[in-house]
């Protein structure tokens, strides 16, 4: 349901593992380009008990707040074909919500229109994509991680099941990450908001380069590789602790300080010091080793 980018690299993805697939949206003219395409689209008639279902309509931002009523459609309109579903489907969530929308607001919103119970007549996961919008077919094909969230065992079961090529087509299995629906939807956001972060550092470092005579993309290829954050993935990535020891501290001050005597803007750098500041008073939480 939603067959944008990520609905159809999605399918794409699903088809050549070997599974039947059929697409819905309320685009017609997008339909249109599918059936162009030989893809085949799904009707109420048609595909009346499908085994999944993915969920990848929009959620635009619109006023400075995500706008779920794409999500809202499909879940009511997928809640008619659950009401008169025999089998156990599972509707599974990939658009990209605020933390607690499955639970709070996409579940009633299935449950209410179905007349049906989700752990009990269909399962539901949240299964965000980590798709690039240029490569998204060879990246819905070629996953970095799959991330589950659920709280219903058979809808993780039959999930897993139907991907389960996708996670060992490759040299080594695709690392899967099982975890509640919270969880899973911050996980999206936040990788995106890092994705973010780390453009606007770069930019940055950029600008700052520039009004310094230094070819900045040249400095950001070399931290691209030297960068401990880049070539270890697990550094710095346990929260509740300000960075320490003997460099990033005093480098992060001293390099503010070189930029404020030559009026260079840093106010990435700035607000990361404030924030190592606040953490630097908290208790931090045990450290366990993973």
Excluded at 19 to 44: F, K, M
């Amino acid at each position: 349901m939603g067959a944008g980018v990520v609905g159809e690299a999605t399918g794409t993805s699903l088809e050549a593992l070997g599974h039947a697939v059929a697409y819905e949206d309320t685009d017609e003219s997008r339909l249109a380009e599918l059936r162009e395409r030989g893809r085949a689209i799904w009707t109420a008639r048609e595909w009346r008990e499908p085994d999944l279902v993915f969920i990848c309509v929009e959620t635009p931002s619109v006023g400075g707040s995500a706008d779920l009523s794409r999500l809202r459609a499909g879940c009511s309109g997928l809640g008619e074909i659950l009401r008169g579903a025999t089998g156990y489907p599972v509707v599974v969530l990939k658009s990209t919500v605020p933390p607690g929308t499955t639970e709070e607001l996409a579940i009633p919103w299935l449950e209410g229109t179905s007349g049906r119970t989700a752990g009990v007549d269909f399962g539901v996961c949240y299964n965000p994509e980590f798709l690039r919008r240029f490569a998204a077919a060879a990246d819905a094909l070629n996953p970095w991680i799959i991330v589950i969230g659920r709280d219903d065992a058979r809808a993780e079961r039959l999930l897993l099941a139907a991907l389960d090529p996708l996670i060992r087509r490759g040299p080594s299995p695709v690392p899967v990450c099982l975890t509640d629906y919270k969880s899973a939807e911050m996980a999206k956001y936040a990788s995106n908001l890092f994705n973010a972060t780390k453009i606007s550092f770069t930019n940055e470092i950029w600008l700052a380069c520039r009004d310094l005579g230094i070819d900045g993309d040249r400095v950001m290829a070399i931290v691209s590789t030297a960068a401990e954050g880049m070539w270890n993935p697990g550094y710095g990535i346990k929260g509740g602790y300000p960075y320490s020891g003997g460099c990033l501290p005093k480098d992060a001050v001293a390099f503010l300080g070189f930029a404020r005597a030559r009026s260079l803007d840093l106010s990435l750098l700035e607000a990361v010091v404030r924030v190592n500041a606040k953490m630097a008073t908290l208790s931090p939480p045990p450290l366990h080793q993973s």
